[in-house]
């Protein structure tokens, strides 16, 4: 009953998608277990290039069982038009299920996030502003509306006024003005609401029983998360994260698995660094290697269209990440991108204030606020990597930098990516010895 679960190892965007629709192929659902339409995912297949917030990676293989678990949040408008443009493309959407339990992002929750961050000024965290805290907020408070709550208008409206009576206050302001009145207004709000459940309806189920029975039956369940380990709500850059755990231990929670169900656990990481939104990037780069790795990498957000933060990979982090998530292998992406630097830096400490160094993951936020990189110095290549197709048709210079990492790492690399198509991912020799899902990509 093989459980894969892949995760971002630094703070997001690190192609995670791509990975997870090449394997999809063989699974027999695909699962998001948290986070929301703060995720994006772009997959090329055949030139075309497709763009995704909410419904899972697996959803181009016609009638894929593609599940929106339980501990994701959804907005059912951004949901239902994903899978409007979905259609529109001639795809078969009919194998999404969405739980009855995962949480509706309600228009209050949009507004309040926006306030939120210009309440925070300058210390804003730099959110998507898509809802995402305020809803996991409400959640934890018991005043959550759940997406089968769509489905009887007697218990939504209630749920909305009770969701509503703590907000009064902060929401007044936005009352006075006509678009957010309209956003506010109890009667609009629930009309809505009925009409997307009810679009929305034959897609809603027990999904951890769906995710059960794939597993109980051998096939392949693929646990797809989003955001990364870095801006994980416990263990990332608080408050500079999201609100939800990225990490790979959530599928149990967010999906309704066990720990025995899950066989596998694989971290994706870029050859390089990237972070969107405020918070601690000790390998940032404000030179112009940093936008060149930003333009060459095409580093803008799926999301929000801001430009990301770029900087040199951050070892200290990655093994971080691999102890957090117990990682059994590593997919490092983007590696074409490093093409034509003359020297890579590698940061495999961090200096702190007091000029110490030290290798290790600091707990406290004021040794990492101060913390700089250091590094050491590895060859860079300038053949074009994007035509290679195996291990053996990369340069030495970069075999010997993904040989850095994995020592580094302390596991091995399963695949690295050299672009954005499918068929610029490649599996490497440790990779297919290391992975029983090899067998399931290639059955
Ligand atoms: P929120 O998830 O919208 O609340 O944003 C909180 C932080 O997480 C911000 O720094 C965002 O930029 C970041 N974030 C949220 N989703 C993603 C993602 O999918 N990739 C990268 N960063 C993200």
Known sequence: M???VIVGAQWGDEGKGKVVDLLAERADA?????GGNNAGHTIVRDGEEFKFHLVPSGILYPGKTCVIGNGVVVDPAVLLSELEGLRGAGIDVSGLKVSANAHLIMPYHIILDHSGEARLGKQEIGTTKRGIGPCYADKAARLGIRVQDMLDEKILKKKIMAALEPKKLMLRPYEKDRRFAEMLDLQKMTE???????RLEKHIADTSTLVWRTLDEGKLALFEGAQATMLDIDHGTYPFVTSSNPVAGAVTTGAGVGIHDID????????????????PFPTELFDETGDRLRANGREFGTTTGRPRRCGWID????RYAVRLNTLDALVVTKLDVLTGLDRIKVCTKYRGA????????????SVLHRACGEYEELPGWTEDLTECRTESDLP???RDYLAFLEEQAGIPIVQIGVGPGREQQIWTESGRAVSAIQEHASA
């Not at 694989?266 to 405020?278: C, E, I, L, Q, S």
């Open 315 to 318: 070892l200290v982090a990655l």
């Open 30 to 34: 695909v699962v998001r277990f948290q």
């Open 264 to 279: 596998e656990i694989w971290g994706v990481a870029k050859a390089y660094a990237t972070r969107v939104g405020a918070g």
């Open 192 to 198: 809505d609401l009925l009409t997307f459940g009810h």
């Open 2 to 4: 093989p459980g894969l």
């Open 396 to 398: 030495a210079a970069a």
């Open 354 to 365: 007091d000029d110490a160094t030290f290798d290790t993951f600091p707990y406290h936020q």
